[in-house]
């Protein structure tokens, strides 16, 4: 089991960037997928971005966009770093750890999560 820990999170202007970090650990903190999902007020969980080894995954072009996911595996550590947010990015912001998934070549099964970090974008 993989016991994530997000921070970074808070709240930003309209325009404004935050980094968000996602520090694993536990007895299989190296994992072949990470990710991060988020889940604004009323609305379902929805995936934002993964990487499998070594490639990175966007849910969207107004996402890949404005987002990078980034991975240090020597420090467990894997960012996202956000930049030009707007009101809608605002959302608690998950990080999830996972196995590459049997048979695909892109996609992920997340089997950890993190406790969830707010980010808060104002206009």
């Known amino acids: 089991q993989v016991q994530l820990v997000e921070s970074g999170g808070g709240s930003v202007q309209a325009g404004g960037s935050l980094r968000l970090s996602c520090l694993a650990s536990?007895?299989?903190?190296?994992?072949?997928?990470m990710g991060w999902f988020r889940q604004a007020p009323g609305k379902e969980r929805e995936w934002v971005a993964r990487?499998?080894?070594?490639?990175?995954?966007y849910a969207s072009d107004d996402v890949q966009g404005r987002f990078t996911i980034s991975r240090d595996n020597t420090q467990n550590t894997v960012y996202l770093q956000m930049d030009s947010l707007k009101p809608e990015d605002t959302a608690t912001y998950f990080c999830?750890?996972?196995?590459?998934?049997?048979?695909?070549?892109?996609?992920?099964?997340?089997?950890?999560w993190g406790q969830g970090i707010q980010v808060t974008v104002s206009s």
């Open positions: 536990g007895s299989s903190s190296s994992s072949d997928c």
């Open positions: 999830a750890a996972g196995v590459a998934t049997w048979g695909t070549v892109t996609k992920c099964d997340f089997q950890s």
């Open positions: 990487t499998r080894s070594g490639r990175t995954y």
